[in-house]
């Protein structure tokens, strides 16, 4: 099955900094990369997603980085504000078989002021 | 519009015992799915139902049982719970079109204490 690796565990960085977080996936077939956000006793929230047909897609601050050949993907945070201090974590999925994801372990990013 | 509601929000239970975790949605989501959340080990799914009237087993699904009640409901059962099982447990639905994957909507999570 597939096997999602995500660096680095914690992540602090100053307001207004740029953050990267990165993942590693096994599965070739895997075609679709999403990203979640966690606030402290919620549930995951969806941010930005891609899909292997693309290899970089952007939201406003955030971004997201897809090597198919090398079967890795960053999220990029710039200018780094607070209300960003959340756990992160990547995850990836093939079509078909439920849709089921496989996720990272997560990123806590704390944004200092 | 609720999205995805789950009761109760906490429960502790003794070695043994059993319980249900309920899960709805409004969305109209033909996929749901059940994960549990442990420190340092981010979400695993345990079962997951891909239509009404289908269920299939993640990666962690020793322990537990489901049941998807309708296209709206899908609960989790504990039938004999065990300290293991202590955890958060998420509920999520998507949409499911063409096969293609579309974002999973979480609900807020149970969080169960098994003594």
């Known amino acids: 099955g597939e096997n999602v690796e995500q660096h680095p565990s914690t992540l602090s960085v100053q307001e207004g900094d740029s953050a990267v977080i990165k993942c590693t996936y096994s599965d070739s077939a895997s075609n679709y990369f999403p990203w979640y956000k966690q606030e402290l006793g919620k549930g995951p929230q969806l941010i930005i997603d891609?899909?292997?047909?693309?290899g970089e897609k952007k939201d406003q601050r955030i971004a997201v980085t897809l090597n198919k050949t090398a079967k890795h993907f960053s999220l990029h945070i710039t200018e780094t504000q607070p209300e960003d201090s959340a756990v992160y974590f990547c995850?990836?999925?093939?079509?078909?078989?439920?849709?089921?994801?496989?996720f990272g372990t997560g990123t806590q990013l704390k944004v200092e002021l | 519009n609720a999205g995805v509601t789950q009761t109760p929000k906490f429960q502790v239970l003794k070695t043994g015992q059993s319980m249900t975790l309920q899960c709805a949605q409004d969305m109209n989501h033909n996929s749901m799915y059940w994960y549990r959340q442990d420190p340092g080990m981010g979400l695993r799914l345990i079962y997951y139902s891909a239509s009404e009237g289908t269920t299939d087993k993640g990666e962690v699904p020793n322990g537990y049982n489901v049941s998807r009640l309708n296209k709206r409901e899908f609960s989790l059962r504990l039938e004999s719970a065990a300290p293991s099982q202590t955890s958060v447990y998420f509920c999520?639905?998507?949409?499911?079109?063409?096969?293609?994957?579309?974002?999973?909507?979480f609900g807020p999570g149970t969080r169960l204490t098994v003594t």
């Open positions: 995850a990836a999925s093939r079509t078909g078989g439920g849709n089921k994801l496989t």
């Open positions: 891609i899909r292997s047909n693309v």
């Open positions: 999520a639905s998507s949409e499911a079109l063409r096969g293609l994957q579309y974002e999973q909507y």
